[in-house]
């Protein structure tokens, strides 16, 4: 099936901006969606269709597309940013979803 | 508000059968798809079914298909997963997640609940 490849992990020191990137074949064909989930809680939905923030989230938290690769930003990074991240797609040839493997972010 | 609220997890043998279900609140649930997505402990996340507004379409996971079942009861606001067969590679938190509407995202999520298949 479809695989969406992430780093394990991105660190990045306070006030200093994290990228996280999402590939693959599919990546310039679908909208990407990403999730931050902190240690013992649920995800949340933090940047859905490349680049839309759902309300709640701060305008630190952007995404865009663009070839095979999607990327979230975060700037200005605080110690709660700390989470693992993960994007996501839907494989429109069978109506699967995908999650890339998630990247740890550590806040120096 | 808007919820979603997983039970049914718990501890049980291969080869065993288990039920989850996820009660919605805060939003007209016979408009959205709903999800099923699970965690294994210390993994990543791993999307399992998908079943549709009306229940009329459903999706699977290859590693699921054939042994799990998504219902939902649009009457009571329910979601349900049938686990049939289990391994203790199906071992993980399960969470129900809400289908944006109109879009493929998950914009709502449920707390979790655990299940552990082991002998």
């Known amino acids: 099936s479809y695989v969406l490849t992430q780093p394990p992990s991105v660190s990045v020191a306070p006030g200093k901006t994290a990228v996280f990137s999402c590939g693959g074949d599919i990546i310039s064909k679908t909208y990407v969606h990403w999730y931050q989930q902190k240690p013992g809680q649920a995800p949340i939905l933090v940047v859905y269709d490349d680049s839309r923030r759902p309300s709640g989230i701060p305008e630190r938290f952007s995404g865009s597309n663009s070839g095979n690769t999607a990327t979230l930003t975060i700037t200005s990074v605080e110690a709660g940013d700390e989470a693992d991240y993960y994007c996501?797609?839907?494989?429109?040839?069978?109506?699967?979803?995908?999650f890339g493997g998630g990247s740890k972010l550590t806040v120096l | 508000q808007v919820q979603l609220v997983e039970s049914g997890g718990g501890v049980v043998q291969p080869g065993r059968s288990l039920r989850l279900s996820c009660a919605a609140s805060g939003f007209t649930f016979s408009q959205y798809g709903i999800n099923w997505v699970r965690q294994a402990p210390g993994k990543g996340l791993e999307w399992v079914a998908l079943?549709?507004?009306?229940?009329?379409?459903?999706y699977y996971a290859n590693s699921v298909k054939g042994r799990f079942t998504i219902s939902r009861d649009n009457s009571r606001n329910t979601l349900f997963v049938q686990m049939d067969s289990l391994r203790p590679e199906d071992t993980a938190v399960y969470y129900c997640a809400r289908n944006s509407l109109g879009g493929a995202a998950f914009d709502i999520w449920g707390q979790g609940t655990l299940v552990s298949v082991s002998s």
């Open positions: 079943i549709s507004h009306d229940g009329s379409n459903k």
């Open positions: 996501q797609v839907w494989d429109f040839s069978s109506d699967h979803r995908i």
